[in-house]
């Protein structure tokens, strides 16, 4: 029979470094993108229309970069959350601050899907 | 001759905590905990600490030492400098002098349940183990419980729920004990919200064990170990 377990730490430390290695993965891939294989001599400096028109080249950019912004969100507010945890607060402190969190991380996240959607 | 600087405090007087620095003249070979037995017995008899098998065994001298938690016992006077600093383990109330409070520490241990709960009753013969499977604690056993690592974490000093690196190391040595029968019972405490998850392995606890054992590895063992046992379905959550 399966021992319960009441944690959910467990989950938060595991997408903590998941979230970690795609936005690893997605800091050397935009960088081959955008900079490091951009022809600066032909194409002329990096501008938001050479980017758009990178990003629009396929649609895997999209989900890419739509993936990209609640992992950084979720990967710097959950380490944020982490240091703030070691100091035990009184319960209602200790929701007031997570409800902010979670407003803060709703409010970033909208806000970037709606920079992106200007971009694509 | 090293001037020891030693923390001092007794609750008994009213004087907040200060330093007494004491001149001990040293030998090729001498040891922190015989500097201070010297000023204990030729400088001033007030001086309390704790101490007993002398030789790294008993675990009972630990101390801070100089910048670095370790055993008064091991540490060698020469490998210090000229004025050599001593104070209490931290994160525990001081009791007086070099001497802290364990009870929390001990609390904490015997919350892991330091114990082998075999998986069945016993029989009429022992509980065989082969030299492979005893192998694999090796690097778990050898722990005197001396609280060097529990003084040097930085996660106990803040959360005193954290079940710390003490009790987790022993944790592993259960859990990895082929004879051991609550494996899963196990792995479900240590994964609560004051246990494995809460280390942000900054291997202070390793770096200081005076046994060169390697609680921040343990610790991330347990973190796989309960993950693997959650996601194959042996622990399941209760909300
Ligand atoms: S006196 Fe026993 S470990 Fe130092």
Sequence with gaps: MAVKISSQSMWTW?????????????LVTHLNVHH??????????????????????????????????????????????????????PGTLSILIKTAFWIFAAALIITGFFTLKNLF | MPTFKVFRYDPDKNDPPYFQDYEVPDHKGMTVLEALYYILENLDPTLAFRSSCRMGVCGSCA??????????????????????????????????????????????????????????APGPREYAQTPRERKKLDILVDCILCASCYGSCPVVGT??????????????????????????????????????????TIFNCQQVCPKDLDPTGAIGKLKMKSLWAKLTGKLKSSG
């Design chain 1, 14 to 26: 595991m997408f903590q470094r998941l979230s970690g290695l795609f936005l690893g993965f997605f």
């Design chain 1, 36 to 89: 490091l294989f951009h022809d600066i001599t032909s194409a002329g400096l990096i501008s938001f229309e050479t980017v758009r028109t990178n990003l629009a080249s396929s649609g895997f950019w999209k989900v890419y970069y739509f993936l990209f912004v609640p992992f950084i969100v979720f990967h710097a507010l959950n380490g944020l959350w982490a240091i703030i945890a070691d100091y035990r607060m």
């Design chain 2, 63 to 120: 101390m801070h030492i100089d910048g670095q938690y370790g055993l008064a016992c091991e540490t060698q006077v020469a490998a210090l400098g000229n004025k050599i600093t001593i104070r209490p383990l931290a994160h525990m109330t001081v009791i007086r002098d070099m001497v802290v409070d364990l009870d929390p520490f001990f609390a904490q241990y015997e919350a892991i349940k330091p114990y082998l709960i075999p998986k069945n």
């Design chain 2, 159 to 200: 959360d005193e729920k954290y079940l710390g690196p003490h009790a987790l190391l022993k944790a592993l040595r259960f859990i990895d004990d082929s004879r051991d029968g609550q494996t899963n019972e196990r792995l479900a405490f240590v994964a609560n919200d004051s246990g494995i998850f809460r280390c942000h």
